[in-house]
């Protein structure tokens, strides 16, 4: 097959965003030194509407919609997302092709004053964008006060710093993306706080009926990660996994064996139900939807009915 000769990435605005993109564009320059890589950059809905939780607003499918439609009229070849916020389930004629090598999945404490969880008094306030987030915080942390938190990196550090949170969370690959690894007080063990399914990956999106940029983008990807994020997304396919669930899904591969732990919980973290299962990375969907299969019989269910019943209209 030729080489491609130019290729368009479409992308979010965001300083996050345009890292990312910018990163495969230098994957790819290196790989095809003839080819130009350009980007399109867009604002998507998920950036405009800053004053609600992304739970009540329409939830991860906000991040990708604008680029989609670049993908679709020709625009753009390919799109690049932070895993975490790729629907589980895209639908024709979208594609998820290439998982890149994650980068540090934790999420991290950010904070001015304090070194720690374990330090926060009574009543300090924890910013955070994730229901995962919260309930896990609020199960191990009953006595701290968890408010929504908004915006991209840079706006919701400087919400921290003008003293309207005591402490954030944030996930750590975007900080240390971004030269910010410094911000870090602390990264958070995943037993404390179970990262989401593909946290700190990268996907590339593409239209299905494409095959080229399939082939061209095959070096990209990652074998151990791609995996790991097939277990996760298994995991939060079976449970209807969005914004609006708290769930959380974390594979890793050693010597070509799988592990994955996975959670759902009730956003107030009074119930808290885990599931883990074990086997050859091959495998790795069947993993996900057995350890999706346990979560239920063990009480997800519940949590999900409360869920789904509690978005329904009035």
């Known amino acids: 097959m030729s080489e491609p000769q130019r290729l368009v990435i479409a992308t979010r605005a965001s300083r996050l965003a345009l890292w990312q993109a910018e990163y495969v564009r230098s994957r790819l320059q290196a790989l095809y030194p003839a080819c130009t890589v350009e980007l399109l950059t867009l604002t998507t809905r998920g950036d405009q509407i800053l004053d609600r939780t992304l739970s009540k607003v329409g939830g991860k499918g906000l991040f990708v919609k604008e680029l989609e439609t670049a993908l679709l009229d020709g625009r753009a070849d390919l799109a690049v997302h932070s895993l975490k916020d790729v629907p589980v389930d895209l639908q024709p004629p979208f594609e ?8 540090d ?26 229901l995962r987030r919260e309930s896990q ?24 710093d003008r003293g309207e949170y005591a402490a954030i969370i944030l996930a750590a690959a975007g900080l240390q993306r971004l030269a910010l690894g410094g911000r870090i007080r602390a990264l958070i063990d995943p037993a404390d706080s179970l990262p989401a399914a593909g946290q700190g990956a990268l996907g590339i999106e593409i239209r299905d009926d494409r095959p080229d940029l399939r082939a061209w983008l095959a070096p990209l990807a990652h074998a151990d990660t791609a995996c790991c994020a097939t277990a996760e997304r298994a995991v939060s396919r079976a449970l209807g ?74």
């Open 137 to 160: 915080l609020r199960a191990r942390y009953p006595h701290l006060r968890v408010q929504p938190l908004r915006g991209n990196l840079d706006t919701r550090l400087g919400k921290l």
């Open 241 to 314: 996994g969005s914004c609006q669930v708290p769930l959380a899904a974390y594979a890793q591969v050693r010597d070509g064996q799988l592990s994955l732990q996975a959670l759902v919980a009730s956003p107030d973290g009074v119930r808290i139900v885990r599931a883990e299962g074990q086997g050859d990375a091959a495998q790795a969907a069947d993993i996900g939807a057995d350890v999706a299969r346990r979560l239920l019989a063990d009480g997800a269910r519940d949590i999900l009915a409360v869920l789904l019943r509690d978005d329904s209209p009035s």
């Open 105 to 130: 999945p934790r999420d991290a404490f950010v904070s001015n004053d304090y070194a720690g969880l374990a330090e926060l008094p009574d009543g300090a306030v924890v910013g955070t964008s994730s």
């Open 96 to 103: 998820l092709c290439t998982v890149l090598e994650r980068a």
